[in-house]
Each structure stands twice: as structure tokens, then as C-alpha cells.
């Protein structure tokens, strides 16, 4: 069985114009339906073991998760800031899998996540493997991929610079990881950025692939 940690602990600054009162997860992507009903009940496989990564908020979202009554969901609570990266390190003491899907808690995907998950396998080194589209989006980390689907340039909103005489696609990133279990457990939980430290490393250490898809996503905390 598949281990998903979904990422729901942010302060959703951007969006506090809608409420400050509710996590991004638990607002209605459309009427009667938050995005962690959406998550649990459409996106995700049937009796998927889920961990919820949470920070801001988080009674909110253990109370709502109990009032529905999901099974197989476990909390991942953080007492301080850990940011993304932290927020993986902490998860990642709960799971026993050799690996585990991490998902951006606010973002809707159009790409059906069991094409991920058949096409992110970790392969000899790799700890991560990102999910990403070659369709452009101003709000998405910004990916380089050489031939062997090798990451070898990872930029948070800015295309990064190609290098010459190698063979590269640009991509955005979709908000979603297969990740090594081992290598997260290994590390202190502290505050980190999986996006601008965590990432940036493996990519250096030719430890971080992309899988990629032609697909869409909306992500409703941005607002332009």
C-alpha cells in the first residue's frame, strides 16, 4: 500500500484574503467538497495510508478528520516552523515503506495520480523523483531535465539557464514527490526547504530524477 504525505501546514499567507479561519485544506474547492474530501475520497487510491502533515490550524483539520470518519489517516503535527522540507523529515519517522508520495495539500492536479505513481519509480541512487508538466506556470518551481531524466537544475519560479551542448526540456513543477524514506528518516528535523535546500542538494549529487507529464494544475492560494 502506498504512503501519501500531503503538505497542509502552511500559514497560507496568500490566502488570507479568503479567511483566516480555516487551512487551505479544508476550504470548499466546490460546493460541499474541500480539497482534503477531494484528496481522500477522488484523487487518491481507495484505502491509501495517508499522513497529514499539518501546522497552522491543525486542530481544525484532526477535528474535521475525525467528524468524517477517514480511516487509515495519521497526523504529522509540527509545534514550530519546519517549512516543506521539515515538514517531510518529521512525516517520514511515521513510515515503514521504502518510499512515499509527497503532495502540496492546496494544489489540484489534473494528472491522474496513478500515472505517477507508475511511472516515479526510484531507480539505483535516486532519493527523489519529482512530478512535473512541460506546460508553463509562473507559480511552479522551474525544472531542467538532461536525457536521462536527470534533474539537473532546480529554481524556485525562475527559468533556470540551459546549459550548452546537452540535450534539455524545461518543466514546471507539479507540487508532487516520490521520495526515499531512508534518506528523510536520516535527517534532522529542523526547519528546511524541500524546494530550495533539500532538492537543490540531491540535484547536485545526481540523486534527483523528473517524471514527465503534459498535464495541468491548478493551485487555489494564488490569486492572480
Not at 534533474?151 to 527559468?159: A, D, G, R, Y
Not at 514546471?172 to 521520495?179: A, D, K, N, V
Request: aromatic share 10%; glycine share 6%.
Amino acid at each position: 500500500m502506498n504512503t501519501f504525505v500531503i503538505l497542509c501546514g502552511g500559514l497560507g499567507s496568500r490566502f488570507q484574503k479568503v479567511t483566516s479561519k480555516l487551512p487551505k485544506i479544508l476550504i470548499e474547492i466546490k460546493p460541499g467538497i474541500t480539497m482534503l474530501d477531494w484528496l481522500v475520497e477522488e484523487y487518491l487510491p481507495q484505502n491509501s495510508h495517508i499522513i497529514l502533515a499539518t501546522g497552522h490550524l491543525k486542530d481544525l483539520i484532526k477535528d474535521y478528520v475525525s467528524q468524517k470518519c477517514y480511516k487509515n489517516i495519521l497526523f504529522s503535527p509540527e509545534e514550530k516552523k519546519l517549512g516543506t522540507g521539515g515538514a517531510l523529515i518529521n512525516a517520514s519517522k511515521l513510515i515503514s515503506n521504502d518510499d512515499f508520495i509527497a503532495i502540496n495539500g492546496d494544489t489540484i492536479q489534473q494528472l491522474k495520480i496513478q500515472s505517477f505513481l507508475k511511472k516515479s519509480r526510484l531507480l539505483k541512487e535516486d532519493v527523489i523523483n519529482v512530478g512535473c508538466t512541460t506546460s508553463d506556470f509562473d507559480d511552479s518551481g522551474k525544472i531542467l531535465v538532461d536525457s536521462e531524466k536527470y534533474i539537473i537544475s532546480f529554481t524556485e519560479k525562475i527559468s533556470p539557464k540551459k546549459l550548452f551542448n546537452q540535450k534539455q526540456k524545461e518543466c514546471s513543477s507539479l507540487g508532487i514527490y516520490r521520495c526515499k524514506t531512508e534518506f528523510f528518516q536520516s535527517l534532522s528535523i529542523e526547519n528546511k526547504s524541500l524546494e530550495s535546500e533539500i532538492i537543490p542538494y540531491l540535484v547536485k549529487s545526481r540523486k534527483a530524477r523528473a517524471s514527465i507529464f503534459n498535464d495541468k494544475f491548478f493551485d487555489f492560494g494564488t490569486f492572480e
